[in-house]
Nanobody, 120 residues
Framework: QVQVVESGGGLVQPGGSLRLSCAVS????????MGWYRQTPGKWRELVAA??????NYADSVKGRFTISRDNAKNTVSLQMNNLKPEDTAVYYC???????????????WGKGTLVTVSS
């Protein structure tokens, strides 16, 4: 099995910064795509940022403020969030697409989420 664990959420004032981290462990063969999604009550989960082996993709609302990065040696992905706004308040989920002993052709895995609250 593959485990995905997020950390780094919390309360921050508008204009502040937070760094989210996600660690992936288990019987992993290859990690393909990694990404961060967020969700607020009553809304669909939306893509915030994603990273493949060579490309990154960001939601328009976070471009220029958020930066996604990954460490393939450590099987981790991070999201640096700067100039945070109240509308960034959400539960942030780490998503990983990887192959493993149960799913040799790949499967999506999700963490349980970490809450980010931007408020004065």
């Amino acid at each position: 099995q593959v485990q995905v664990v997020e950390s780094g959420g919390g309360l921050v004032q508008p204009g502040g910064s937070l760094r989210l981290s996600c660690a992936v462990s288990g019987s992993i063969f290859t990690i393909y795509d990694m990404g961060w999604y967020r969700q607020t009550p009553g809304k669909w989960r939306e893509l915030v940022a994603a990273i493949t082996s060579g490309n990154t993709n960001y939601a328009d609302s976070v471009k220029g403020r958020f930066t996604i990065s990954r460490d393939n040696a450590k099987n981790t992905v991070s999201l640096q969030m700067n100039n945070l706004k109240p509308e960034d308040t959400a539960v942030y989920y780490c998503n990983v697409n990887s192959s493993d002993s149960y799913y040799p052709y790949g499967n999506d895995y999700w963490g349980k989420g970490t809450l980010v609250t931007v408020s004065s």
